[in-house]
């Protein structure tokens, strides 16, 4: 009997360790993306000069977050609204991240994004949507008013 009851206790170990290191693989990859996300985000906002309702960058960011396969749950956008940012939409279709303009100093502004690290736990992801652990944010160079 005591034999049964260390490997019972071996394999609970064994699998604990197994999901602490499938989580962190997860996570680091679904960092990755938010974080290949915002890049492009950022790129496309300051190559149309912070014009957010420019079709054509909603659709290339679109397209990007696609290929990425970049996903985020509505719960992480909520949040994000309610903190002031607005969340970019193509078609009626969530892109999955947010942004705030900041007010214009010397005739220039900048862009202000969030993106989010998805878990694809919906236990995770409702508990944690409106704690900023996992949001990423990042902010464009200055842009000019003209």
Known sequence: MRD?????????L???FILLVSGFVALS???????????NVLTQIEKYEGHMDNQEML???????????????????IAAE???????????ESL??????????NEKFTVDIV????????IINRVFASFKFFWMTGGTNAISIF
Request: aromatic share 20%; glycine share 8%; with cysteine.
């Open 4 to 12: 049964a009851l260390a490997s019972y206790f071996n394999l609970t």
């Open 14 to 16: 064994l699998f604990f």
């Open 29 to 39: 990859f679904n960092y990755t993306k938010a974080y290949r996300v915002k890049n």
């Open 59 to 77: 659709g290339k960011t679109r397209d990007y977050v696609k290929s990425v396969g970049y996903v985020v749950p509505d719960s992480g956008t």
């Open 82 to 92: 309610k903190e002031g940012y607005t969340c970019a939409r193509y078609n009626g």
């Open 96 to 105: 999955g991240w947010c942004y705030k303009k900041n007010a214009p100093v």
């Open 115 to 122: 993106v989010f690290v998805n878990i694809n736990i919906p």
